[in-house]
Nanobody, 117 residues
């Protein structure tokens, strides 16, 4: 079993910041990648940011320069620092993990981020 526990979502004004956390636990052997996806009402789930085992990162164009993904390998935790938030960032944010050698994805329950004045 693998569990992903997300935290850090909330309500913030435009231009504000939030820091999301996702801690993986359970049958963790080797994490290949961890990332964040988001889904706004009525829209498709999309990749926000991803970090792979070697440290390389990938960001959606819409968040480049504003969001930063990082990880703490010892804690099996991934973070998403979100700065200069915009109303269009409003969505449920989901943590995702890929294990090395395991084809399926693991997902967290999601944490709501609302950017509004």
């Amino acid at each position: 079993q693998v569990q992903l526990v997300e935290s850090g979502g909330g309500l913030v004004q435009p231009g504000g910041s939030l820091r999301l956390s996702c801690a993986a636990s359970g049958s963790i052997f080797s994490i290949y990648a961890m990332g964040w996806y988001r889904q706004a009402p009525g829209k498709q789930r999309e990749l926000v940011a991803r970090i792979v085992s070697g440290g390389s990162t990938n960001y959606a164009d819409s968040v480049k320069g504003r969001f930063t993904i990082s990880r703490d390998n010892a804690k099996n935790t991934v973070y998403l620092q979100m700065n200069s938030l915009k109303p269009e960032d409003t969505a449920v944010y989901y943590c995702n993990v890929n294990m090395r050698g395991i084809p399926n994805n693991y997902w967290g329950q999601g944490t709501q981020v609302t950017v509004s004045s």
